[in-house]
C-alpha cells in the first residue's frame, strides 16, 4: 500500500506509456516525463512569484500584493501570478533599433531552455528521475553553465551601457562562483563514490540504522551544503548577489532593453535555475527524497523532496529579505578569498572523514568528529578575518566631508 | 565571527514576517482606497472659492477683482466679470464672477493666488483624487464645481478659519455700530432740526454740516485687511537670486 502510493507517479506513467503503439512509446516515454515537469514546476514559478512578493512584504511589516479580484471575489492576492502574466504578455515587445535581432530574440530561449534541461536529472522521488544518467550531477553543471552565455548575449546585443555593464558583472560573478558551486559537490561524489543523483540520494539512506545518512549532517558536509548555497545563490543571480539586475545601480542590468514576452522569460529562466539548483543541494546534501527517519518513511519519497525543496526557496526568499547588495570587489573576494578555500579544505575534511571512517578503537567516533569539525571552523574564523583584512575589531566608517 | 550579524538580521526579517500576522499595528501601510490617512492641515492640492451661509452663489466671497488671474503663475485661472452687483457680508454692493474657471491641469499649486486674494475667497484645498478620464474637459473646473462653503474651509484648515472668521465678525459688528452711531447722529441731527426749525437757516446749515461726514463716510477701509494680517499665512517664498559663481 505504501510502496503503491510512492511509486503511483512511476505506475502511472507505465501505464500510460503501456496504452501507446510499441513504436511511439520511447517519444511518449520521454513526453510523460516532460510534460509533468514542466506543469509542476512553471505552477513552482507562479507560486513563488507570488509568495516571495508576500514574504518581502512581511519581512518589511508591508502586506504584500493582496488586492486580486477574479469575478469580484477576493483571492487575497493568490491570482497576481496570472494578472502579471496578462500583463507581461499583453505589453509592447520592444526591440532597439541598433540591437543585434536576432541575438536579442536567442538570449530568453538559450537562458530558459537550459534550464529546464537541468530538472531531467533530478530524483524527485524514488525511481523518480526523467533520466537517470549515469554522469547526471557532471551533466546539471554543464549545462547549468550556459545561463552564462544567455545573460552575456542579453546584454552584448541590446546595444546598450547599462545592459553591457550588468552582463559583465554577471559573468564576472558566475564564473566566479562557479568553482565554489562544484568545488563543493566534488566531496560528496567523493564519499558517494558516483555522478549518478538517484545513487547520491540512495548512499544518504536510511539504510540499517535509525537516522537518515544525510550528508549535511556531516562537518564536510555542512561546510560544503553552506557554500553550495551561498554559490547557488550568486549563480541565480539572487539578492545578495544580484549585482547583475542591481535596479539602483544599472536599471535592470541585462535586462534593461527587454520588455513583454521576453522579459517574462528571463524571469521564467531565472527562477528555474534558482528551482534546479534548490533541487541539487537537496539532491546533494539534505538526502534527496530520502525521510530523516525510519519512522517517517511512510510518508511518499516525492512529498520529502518537495517539503525540502520549499523550505530551501522559502530561505532563498528569507535571505532576499534580509540582505543588502554587496559590492562587486566584495562580491569577488567573497568567492575567491572566502569559498574556494573553504571548499578545498573541505576536500581534505571529506578524505580524512572518509579514511577515519575504518577507525575501530573506543573513541573512534568523536574523534573523528572532533578532529573534522576542527578542521571546517577554524579555516572558516580564519579566513573570514582575512577577508575583513585581517582586523578583529568592528569596522569603522569614516564618511566624505 | 562572519555571519553573526546575518543570522541577526534573519531573526529581525523572521520577528517582523511573524509579528506582522500577530500585531496589525506593525504594518505600516494603509489600505488606501477604502481607508484615508488623517488630512494634514498643511497640506494643499489646487484651490477652491469660499462662500457664507447656504447658497453658493449668492455668498460667494469673490468680487472677480482678477487679482488672482494676474497673479497666477501658469495662468490656470480664467475670470469675466458678472454686470450685475450683490451685497457682500456687510451689505455692500460688489462685483461677482459671471465665469471663474480652473485648469487644474495647469494649476501647480503654489497658493500665490491665496497669498494675494484680499477677500479671503480663495483657499488651498486638500482633495487629490482628481483623476479623470477626459484630459480637457474634466480638468477644467467651473465656478460651479470650485465653490465650497466656509464651514468645508474650517473642517480643513481650522485654525485659520477661526481666525478670518473672528476677523469677518469683527468687521460686520463694526460695521453695524457705525451704521447705528450713523442713524442716531441722522435721528439727533434730525430732531435738532425740528426743533431749531424756527430758529433760523444758520442754525440748519451747521446740523447738517455735522451728519453730513456720517452718511458721506461709511466704513470702506476693506474688512479683511485686519483679517489677512492676523492670519499665519505662509509667507510668499522669495525668489532667490542666482549667484553667478557657483
Given amino acids: 500500500m505504501i510502496d503503491s502510493l510512492d511509486q503511483i507517479f512511476v505506475s502511472l506513467k507505465h501505464w500510460l506509456v503501456g496504452l501507446t503503439p510499441e513504436a511511439w512509446q520511447p517519444l511518449v516515454s520521454i513526453l510523460v516525463s516532460i510534460v509533468p515537469i514542466m506543469a509542476l514546476f512553471g505552477t513552482c514559478f507562479a507560486a513563488t512569484t507570488i509568495f516571495e512578493r508576500k514574504i518581502l512584504g512581511r519581512a518589511q511589516n508591508r502586506l504584500g500584493p493582496n488586492r486580486v479580484r477574479a469575478f469580484g471575489v477576493k483571492t487575497f492576492g493568490l491570482l497576481q501570478p496570472i494578472a502579471d502574466g496578462i500583463k507581461m504578455l499583453t505589453k509592447e515587445d520592444i526591440v532597439p533599433f541598433a540591437a543585434d535581432k536576432v541575438v536579442h530574440f536567442l538570449a530568453p530561449v538559450v537562458l530558459t531552455t537550459p534550464a529546464w534541461m537541468l530538472f531531467s536529472v533530478i530524483p524527485l522521488g524514488r525511481n523518480m528521475a526523467a533520466i537517470d544518467l549515469d554522469a547526471g550531477i557532471l551533466f546539471f553543471f554543464a549545462v547549468g553553465s550556459a545561463s552564462e552565455l544567455a545573460v552575456f548575449m542579453a546584454g552584448w546585443s541590446s546595444k546598450n551601457k547599462y545592459s553591457l555593464v550588468g552582463s559583465m558583472r554577471a559573468i564576472a560573478q558566475m564564473i566566479s562562483y562557479e568553482v565554489p558551486l562544484v568545488l563543493s559537490t566534488i566531496p560528496v561524489l567523493m564519499l558517494a563514490g558516483t555522478l549518478s543523483p538517484s545513487q547520491v540520494v540512495e548512499a544518504q539512506g536510511v539504510g540499517t540504522g535509525f537516522f537518515a545518512h544525510w550528508f549535511v549532517f556531516t562537518p564536510w558536509g555542512l561546510s560544503g551544503f553552506v557554500v553550495f548555497l551561498i554559490a547557488a545563490t550568486a549563480e541565480s543571480n539572487r539578492s545578495p548577489f544580484d549585482l547583475p539586475e542591481a535596479e539602483s545601480e544599472i536599471i535592470a542590468g541585462f535586462l534593461t532593453e527587454y520588455s513583454g514576452f521576453k522579459y517574462a522569460l528571463f524571469f521564467l529562466g531565472e527562477y528555474i535555475g534558482l528551482f534546479a539548483v534548490a533541487g541539487m543541494a537537496v539532491t546533494l546534501f539534505l538526502g534527496g527524497w530520502q525521510a530523516p527517519c525510519k519512522a517517517l518513511e511512510f510518508i511518499p519519497s516525492y512529498l520529502w523532496f518537495f517539503g525540502k525543496f520549499a523550505v530551501l526557496i522559502v530561505f532563498f526568499i528569507w535571505v532576499r529579505a534580509t540582505l543588502p547588495r554587496l559590492r562587486l570587489d566584495q562580491l569577488l573576494a567573497l568567492a575567491w578569498r572566502f569559498l574556494v578555500p573553504l571548499a578545498l579544505i573541505n576536500l581534505v575534511v571529506a578524505a580524512l572523514w572518509h579514511f577515519m571512517g575504518s577507525w575501530q578503537f573506543i573513541a573512534a567516533m568523536p574523534v573523528r568528529w572532533g578532529i573534522c569539525a576542527m578542521l571546517v571552523v577554524l579555516p572558516f574564523v580564519w579566513f573570514a578575518r582575512l577577508l575583513n583584512g585581517g582586523k578583529v575589531a568592528p569596522r569603522k566608517y569614516r564618511y566624505a566631508e | ?246
Fill in chain 2, 1 to 246: 565571527m562572519l555571519g553573526l550579524g546575518i543570522i541577526k538580521g534573519l531573526v529581525e526579517t523572521g520577528r517582523n514576517f511573524v509579528g506582522s500576522y500577530f500585531k496589525p499595528e506593525r504594518l505600516v501601510t494603509i489600505q488606501y482606497p477604502e481607508k484615508h490617512l488623517p488630512p494634514v492641515e498643511a497640506a494643499r492640492t489646487i484651490p477652491f472659492l469660499v462662500y457664507d451661509g447656504k447658497d453658493s452663489m449668492k455668498g460667494l466671497r469673490c468680487t472677480a477683482c482678477t487679482i488672482c488671474e494676474t497673479e497666477c503663475p501658469p495662468k490656470c485661472i480664467y475670470i469675466v466679470k458678472d454686470t450685475v452687483k450683490k451685497p457682500d457680508y456687510l451689505g455692500k454692493m460688489q462685483n461677482q464672477p459671471k465665469v471663474f474657471d480652473i485648469d487644474i491641469s495647469v494649476c501647480m499649486g503654489c497658493g500665490i493666488c491665496v497669498e494675494v486674494c484680499p477677500f479671503e475667497s480663495i483657499k488651498m484645498d486638500q482633495v487629490f483624487e482628481l483623476s479623470g478620464s477626459d484630459r480637457f474637459g474634466a480638468m477644467l473646473l467651473h465656478k460651479a464645481q470650485l465653490v465650497k462653503s466656509n464651514d468645508y474651509f474650517g473642517e480643513i484648515c481650522h485654525e485659520q478659519a477661526t481666525q478670518i472668521n473672528a476677523a469677518r465678525a469683527d468687521d460686520v459688528r463694526k460695521a453695524e455700530a457705525k451704521a447705528k452711531a450713523d442713524a442716531d447722529a441722522k435721528a439727533k441731527a434730525a430732531a435738532v432740526a425740528v426743533s431749531n426749525a424756527a430758529a433760523g437757516v444758520a442754525a440748519v446749515a451747521a446740523s447738517s454740516m455735522t451728519a453730513t461726514p456720517g452718511t458721506t463716510q461709511p466704513d470702506s477701509k476693506p474688512a479683511p485687511k485686519a483679517a489677512s494680517t492676523s492670519t499665519p499665512l505662509p509667507a510668499p517664498s522669495k525668489p532667490t537670486v542666482p549667484s553667478a559663481t557657483p
